[in-house]
């Protein structure tokens, strides 16, 4: 297995652990520069998405993954983990149907992942 896929899977395990719900990956790195993988998944509630985000930045620390940068804040609705390779975008539902990444991208290959 390549690394980005390592780390998608990484980061969808985390977010699993924290029951999140909606997890996709889609292999955006056919069509941009802007990195291989996006995952994107939704919380319930503001605690839900920082226990995903906590989730998330742990395991991929532990399994040695660097994060490039952070931005946006649970109460905006709307995190992004930046881990060059791979994108992650956690949201509420409200922000998620908003901003559509998931139909945005409908031309990449995509893998939903079991609530």
Same mark, same amino acid.
């Given at each position: !297995? ?9 980061? +969808?395990?985390?977010?699993?652990? $924290? !029951?999140?719900?909606?997890?996709? =990956? ?5 069509? &941009?520069?802007? &990195? ?9 509630? $503001? &605690?839900?998405?920082?226990? !995903?985000?906590?989730?998330?930045? /742990? ?11 952070? /931005?946006? $804040? =649970? ?11 791979? +994108? ?5 539902? /409200? ?15 995509? $893998? &939903?992942?079991?609530?």
């Amino acid at each position: !297995m390549d690394r980005e896929l390592e780390m998608v899977e990484c980061a +969808v395990n985390a977010l699993q652990e $924290k !029951m999140a719900h909606d997890v996709v =990956s889609l292999h955006v790195g056919t069509v &941009t520069a802007i &990195t291989d993988y996006f995952v994107i998944a939704t919380g319930n509630s $503001k &605690t839900q998405i920082d226990a !995903m985000v906590d989730g998330v930045e /742990e395991s991929m620390k532990d399994s040695g993954y660097e994060l490039i940068a952070r /931005e946006g $804040k =649970s109460q905006g609705g709307w995190i992004l983990l930046d881990y060059n390779d791979v +994108v992650i975008h956690i949201f509420d539902q /409200e922000m998620r149907e908003f901003y559509n990444l998931d139909n945005s991208w409908r031309d990449v290959e995509r $893998k &939903t992942y079991l609530d």
